[in-house]
């Protein structure tokens, strides 16, 4: 778990570097869908959301 909440601040470099923050909100409103495609393998698993995600495990 700990290793995973390292990568939490590459990821939001990642995030920040994206074109979208460079848009003006005129050009933001003009981006109407997003595909994501995920896969996984043996005892993989994915989390994906178009908005705010909650995951309470145990």
């Known amino acids: 778990m700990r290793e995973q909440l390292a990568l939490a601040d590459e ?8 074109p979208l923050p460079a848009l003006s909100d005129d050009e933001q409103g003009a981006i109407r869908s997003i595909v ?6 043996d005892q993989g698993r994915v989390n994906v959301a178009g908005r ?4 309470h495990e145990k």
């Open 11 to 18: 990821l939001q470099r990642v995030l920040d570097e994206t």
């Open 36 to 41: 994501v495609h995920a896969r996984v393998s």
């Open 52 to 55: 705010d995600r909650h995951i």
